[in-house]
Nanobody, 124 residues
Framework: QVQLVESGGGLVQTGGSLRLSCAASGRTFGSYAMGWFRQAPGKEREFVAGISGSGGNTYYTDPVKGRFTISRDNAKNTLYLQMNSLKPEDTGMYYC?????????????????WGQGTQVTVSS
């Protein structure tokens, strides 16, 4: 069983920054792609960013390109999301998830383990 625990969310003003972390249990962290998703109230969960198992390939949804950076430290079993120039539309619950393979996917159904989420609120 894999456990994912997010942290780092909070309340920030427009233009501010936050760094989310996702701590994973288990010994095979580097064997799987990881992703960040978010869900705003009344909306479906959406893909934010993904990273391959090695960390060599990253992918982003268009609205966050140039502002967010996904990274991972396989030695520490930890996934990160650096969020800069935050906007009110970035508000939501942010979840980390483990992909089913080494190649990241934007499809939530191709992720088998999820964290409990961390709330990000950006005030205008």
């Amino acid at each position: 069983q894999v456990q994912l625990v997010e942290s780092g969310g909070g309340l920030v003003q427009t233009g501010g920054s936050l760094r989310l972390s996702c701590a994973a249990s288990g010994r095979t962290f580097g064997s799987y792609a990881m992703g960040w998703f978010r869900q705003a109230p009344g909306k479906e969960r959406e893909f934010v960013a993904g990273i391959s198992g090695s960390g060599g390939n990253t992918y982003y949804t268009d609205p966050v390109k140039g502002r967010f950076t996904i990274s991972r430290d396989n030695a520490k079993n930890t996934l990160y999301l650096q969020m800069n120039s935050l906007k009110p539309e970035d508000t939501g619950m942010y979840y980390c998830a483990r992909g089913r393979g080494i190649i990241p996917s934007s499809n939530p159904r191709l992720h088998d383990y999820w964290g409990q989420g961390t709330q990000v609120t950006v005030s205008s």
